[in-house]
């Protein structure tokens, strides 16, 4: 399967953005989604992740509350949602995805990656 993030941007504190990954392929309804995150000079972190039909999600804890997981099988399209976007949010966001059913937190379980949309947070 194939990765296309986009809906990064420039954003001040307190505000929001969507992101998008849109999967090339038809079996996108059998993969586990996830999102990533990478601020510079440092690893490659997790961010939260959407079990195949949607109904199971899991974030990390410094998102909960202010991003959102969701995913569109029928447009083979997953979404982050993030509100109350704060500097510390500054990465670069990755799309993910690995078959089988659990909702892993570790980049070795993906399988596939998007090229990563740039979000920066202005204080």
């Known amino acids: 399967v194939q990765l296309q993030a986009c809906g990064g941007g420039l954003v001040q504190a307190g505000g929001s953005l969507r992101l998008s990954c849109a999967a090339s392929?038809?079996?996108?309804?059998?993969?586990?989604m996830a999102w990533f995150r990478q601020a510079p000079g440092k690893e490659r972190e997790f961010v939260g992740a959407?079990?195949?039909?949607?109904?199971?999600?899991s974030y990390t804890d410094s998102v909960k509350g202010r991003f959102t997981i969701s995913r569109d099988n029928a447009k083979n399209t997953v979404y982050l949602q993030m509100n109350s976007l704060k500097p510390e949010d500054t990465a670069v966001y990755y799309c993910?995805?690995?078959?089988?059913?659990?909702?892993?937190?570790?980049?070795?379980?993906?399988?596939?990656w998007g090229q990563g949309t740039l979000v920066t947070v202005s204080s």
């Open positions: 993910a995805a690995r078959s089988g059913g659990s909702l892993f937190d570790s980049p070795d379980d993906y399988d596939y």
């Open positions: 392929g038809r079996t996108f309804g059998s993969y586990v």
């Open positions: 959407i079990s195949w039909g949607g109904g199971r999600t």
